[in-house]
Structures are given as structure tokens and as C-alpha cells.
């Protein structure tokens, strides 16, 4: 039971390039979310899914786009990097008694 | 829609010392509580919640926190910390009717010295 797995855990990118958050959970729970953390702010929601099929905004979502390819994947893209997206990710997934079970993070410097 | 307010950035306590970290939110309606710990390099992890009942709630590893309604906090108190409590500490809230938008405090550094 490996719980929530995300790849890779360090990129570098130049501003423009596009790439590819991956994230997959393995106890079958329902709601996954993507969550950015940078010093003195906590973690702010980007996106979340309650479902398999079904995506919705948090308070930044702004210059991502997310993917929830079925009941254990949840990806995160961004299209055209800037450098205020520079920040570790996290992914993360629910139990039904609203406990979230968070991955290790992917850092993420955007040049 | 809800905040939260961790008081304090930074908290450096002595080994089997109490400590306490102090959160304060603000919703205009019912809320989930939690209190999740960071250790370095690492994600975030569960240490407890409050859904309902009574308002003071046990965790893991010897933490504690109590809901006050009227206050709007939720203070977290462990009351002999270790070594290994160094982390970082975040305080979370959610509407009840909305539980999958979680919103986080900024965060305090615990640094236990021996």
C-alpha cells in the first residue's frame, strides 16, 4: 500500500515550457486535490475532484489545468510556465471522514 | 468564505517543555477543524480533527486541541514535547458544506531544543 505517489519529485523549467504533474493514489478513495505551498501561506487549493469525471477550481487555479483520468490518477498541467509558479505541489486524497492523506511533493522551479 | 490565523510563525520550546500553537479561524458558518503536521521534505500529515461532539479532541503522538466556538479557535497543546516534534504545524478549516475546499493557516515552526 504505497497511499498517495506523485513523479517527479524535483523540475526545473524555463519560463514558457509546459509540463506534466502526475499523482496516484491506491486506496480507493473518492476526492483528490492538488494543493501549492509556498513560505508563510500555507497550502492554497488549486483544484480538486470530488470524482472520477468530475474537476473544480480552488482559490488559485489560474494557469493550470488538471485531469482526473480515473478513480486513482490525478494530473496537473501547466501549459506555459511562469515564475511565480515556482513552489512545491502537493496531491493529495480524502477519506470519507474528511481525512486527507497528502504525497510527498514535487518541487517545482520555474526561470 | 473562511481564514484562518496561526498566531505564532515560529515556536521555540526547550524538550519536555508544554507548548502550545494557537489558531483562530473566521466563517460565518459551521466548520471542520484539523491540525496536520509537516515534518522536513515531507507531506503533511494528520494529527487530528474536530467534526462534532465534544470540543476536546485527542490525536496522535500526545497532541490535543480544544474547539471554542464562541472564540472561533483551536489551539493545539502537547503537554512534554520531544526532539522529534520539530516540525512544521498547520491548522485547517472547512464549511461544512463544502468539505472538499480546505484552507490552510500560514503555518508554525516548532523548534524543540535539548
Known amino acids: 500500500n504505497a497511499g498517495v505517489t506523485q513523479t517527479p519529485k524535483f523540475q526545473v523549467l524555463k519560463t514558457g515550457q509546459s509540463m506534466t504533474l502526475q499523482c496516484a493514489q491506491d486506496?480507493?478513495?473518492?476526492?483528490m486535490y492538488w494543493y501549492r505551498q509556498d513560505p508563510g501561506m500555507g497550502l492554497r487549493l488549486i483544484y480538486y475532484?470530488?470524482?472520477?469525471?468530475?474537476?473544480d477550481k480552488g482559490e488559485v487555479p489560474n494557469g493550470y489545468n488538471v485531469s482526473r483520468l480515473n478513480k486513482r490518477e490525478f494530473s496537473l498541467r501547466l501549459e506555459s510556465a511562469a515564475p511565480s509558479q515556482t513552489s512545491v505541489y502537493f496531491c493529495?486524497?480524502?477519506?470519507?471522514?474528511?481525512?486527507?492523506?497528502f504525497g510527498p511533493g514535487t518541487r517545482l522551479t520555474v526561470t | 468564505a473562511q481564514s484562518v490565523t496561526q498566531l505564532d510563525s515560529q515556536v521555540p520550546v526547550f524538550e519536555e517543555a508544554p507548548v502550545e500553537l494557537r489558531c483562530n479561524y473566521s466563517s460565518s458558518v459551521s466548520v471542520y477543524l484539523f491540525w496536520y503536521v509537516q515534518y522536513p521534505n515531507q507531506g503533511l500529515q494528520l494529527l487530528l480533527k474536530y467534526l462534532s461532539g465534544s470540543t476536546l479532541v485527542k490525536g496522535i503522538n500526545g497532541f490535543e486541541a480544544e474547539f471554542n466556538k464562541s472564540q472561533t479557535s483551536f489551539h493545539l497543546r502537547k503537554p512534554s514535547v520531544h526532539i522529534s516534534d520539530t516540525a512544521e504545524y498547520f491548522c485547517a478549516v472547512s464549511e461544512r458544506a463544502a468539505v472538499n475546499k480546505l484552507t490552510f493557516g500560514g503555518g508554525t515552526r516548532v523548534l524543540v531544543k535539548p
Open positions: 486506496m480507493n478513495h473518492n476526492s
Open positions: 475532484s470530488a470524482s472520477e469525471g468530475t474537476t
Open positions: 493529495a486524497s480524502t477519506t470519507l471522514s474528511y481525512e486527507q492523506y
